[in-house]
């Protein structure tokens, strides 16, 4: 019983895990820091490190105290992190995210000047900005494409020259990698790279970050833009349009929810794939393990063993840090 014959050779599988060393020997999965980018919120004023209280144990912070995280990040040996704005004031078009003095561009300065090598990601979308909460101009209650793409580009310009080192459109309007990447170049800033929200499902598991952001729609909902959960040849699809475009990694969103996407899209495209572990995958760890449901740390490390496991090589979330503590044990 629980014996398999190969030939004359007797095969026991528990040989190899009888011992902390002999385990740690043979594990085909390993996270390391640098797997890791950490999501930081960023929200107008002085001083502020504010909690969330959708996703307990984060915080919205002010562009001089988001500096201090970021170089405890550093610290700990993360590598990247990647910025969402919350600004003082919106408006139907997000005016807010493009200006030179807004908040994601105060924060980039800010943590650029204190960590010169950690790598600035910037998320780039328009509903953290809108009064609205679309990721794109609405007109007689539709959400426009083409007359988006020019605000993205305006946005994603203005971060780069605030020292952003990769853009992330999360947006999902057809073609806003291609006039980002072309905005880009013809500014000279050839090295600022694409991290692209090429396979954005409109998932449930948003919900915590739409409060920490201030960013729910306040009509309808995204179904019209973001990706339906039903469909998987179409995320192949998506990706495919955002390499040719020029996307230098690309991510598929939520994570956990689509590791089969995550596995097909590493074993589809020689570029470096991301996965966004949501909000809400975050927050439901938390909750279970807050009320004694599970064990969290346990809990959080088989979730990020497996996304890696799938085929990402990027991995944001918010348990960075943590995570990063029981690996640096």
């Known amino acids: ?16 895990r009888k011992m902390p060393a002999l385990r740690d020997m043979v594990r085909e999965t390993i996270l390391t820091p640098s797997d890791f980018i950490y999501p930081l919120f960023v929200r107008y004023g002085n001083g502020i490190k504010e909690p969330i209280s959708s996703m307990p144990g984060q915080f919205r912070f002010s562009s001089d105290t988001v500096a ?4 405890e990040t550093w610290t700990l040996g993360i590598r990247a992190v990647i910025l969402f704005g919350i600004p003082e004031k919106k408006d139907s078009i997000g005016s807010s995210s493009w200006k030179e003095d807004g908040v994601v561009q105060r924060a980039i300065k800010a943590i650029k000047e204190k960590i010169p090598e ?9 509903c953290e900005y809108t009064d609205h909460g679309h990721c794109g101009v609405v007109r007689d209650g ?6 988006t793409l020019e605000l993205l580009c305006r946005q994603a310009l203005s971060h780069a020259k605030a020292g952003a080192d990769m853009v992330a459109p999360s947006d999902m309007m057809d073609g806003r990698v291609g006039a980002i990447r072309e905005a880009l170049d013809s500014e000279g800033l050839y090295d600022v790279g694409i991290l692209s929200y090429a396979a954005k499902y409109a998932s449930s598991f948003y919900g915590p970050f739409r409060v920490a952001a201030e960013s729910a729609p306040q009509f309808g909902d995204r179904t019209t833009y973001q990706m339906d959960p039903s469909n998987a040849r179409e995320a192949i699809r998506e990706v495919k349009l955002d390499i ?8 598929v969103k939520p994570a956990l929810p689509y590791l089969d ?9 020689n570029v470096p794939v991301a996965a966004y572990n949501v909000s809400g995958e975050y927050s439901m760890i938390t909750a279970a393990d807050e009320r004694g449901f599970l064990d969290g740390k346990r809990a959080m490390m088989e979730m990020l063993t497996a996304i890696k496991r799938a085929g990402a090589d990027l991995i944001i979330t918010y348990f960075s840090k943590e995570a990063t503590k029981i690996l640096n044990q």
């Open 118 to 126: 950690i790598v600035v990601i910037t998320d780039v979308c328009l």
């Open 1 to 16: 019983m629980g014996v398999i014959e190969v030939g004359r050779i007797l095969y026991r599988p528990r040989r190899l």
């Open 261 to 269: 996407i995550i596995f097909q899209v590493k074993n589809l495209f």
């Open 68 to 71: 201090d995280e970021a170089e």
């Open 244 to 251: 040719d475009e020029g996307a230098d990694i690309v991510m």
């Open 142 to 147: 539709k959400i426009l494409n083409d007359e």
